[in-house]
């Protein structure tokens, strides 16, 4: 999908950074700053919702909204969707605090080979 921003496209590698950037926990002021103000805080939100990202402060939202909700639902039905609901969340946390950890992991790995040829 493409997304205008001052009457310019947003390249397909930035979107491609700004969803990688909020898959390794980073927050949109983080990834507004990353790009030296090129893109506002609104713009980027817009890509990540659009392209079915969140933030992992995003899922944490939501995840506390559905919480609430689940105190007052009135039937099992009501109450298992949105336990399903937060699960999904949950496993959405979960992959993506797995692939930041496999890239601190190649991080130091390759810092380990560049401090090994100094």
């Given at each position: 999908?493409?997304?205008?921003?001052?009457?310019?496209?947003?390249?397909?590698?930035?979107?491609?950074?700004?969803?990688?950037?909020?898959?390794?926990?980073?927050?949109?002021?983080?990834?507004?700053?990353?790009?030296?103000?090129?893109?506002?805080?609104?713009?980027?939100?817009?890509?990540?919702?659009?392209?079915?990202?969140?933030?992992?402060?995003?899922?944490?939202?939501?995840?506390?909204?559905?919480?609430?909700?689940?105190?007052?639902?009135?039937?099992?039905?009501?109450?298992?969707?949105?336990?399903?609901?937060?699960?999904?969340?949950?496993?959405?946390?979960?992959?993506?605090?797995?692939?930041?950890?496999?890239?601190?992991?190649?991080?130091?790995?390759?810092?380990?080979?560049?401090?090994?040829?100094k």
């Amino acid at each position: 999908m493409a997304y205008l921003y001052n009457g310019e496209e947003v390249p397909t590698a930035d979107v491609k950074i700004i969803l990688d950037s909020v898959v390794k926990g980073k927050t949109i002021v983080d990834i507004e700053k990353s790009f030296g103000g090129a893109y506002n805080y609104a713009i980027i939100s817009k890509i990540i919702f659009k392209e079915g990202s969140k933030s992992i402060i995003g899922n944490k939202s939501s995840i506390t909204k559905k919480l609430k909700k689940l105190e007052n639902a009135k039937t099992k039905e009501q109450r298992q969707k949105i336990i399903n609901e937060v699960n999904d969340l949950v496993g959405t946390l979960y992959e993506n605090y797995k692939l930041a950890l496999l890239e601190i992991a190649d991080y130091e790995k390759i810092k380990a080979i560049v401090n090994k040829t100094k």
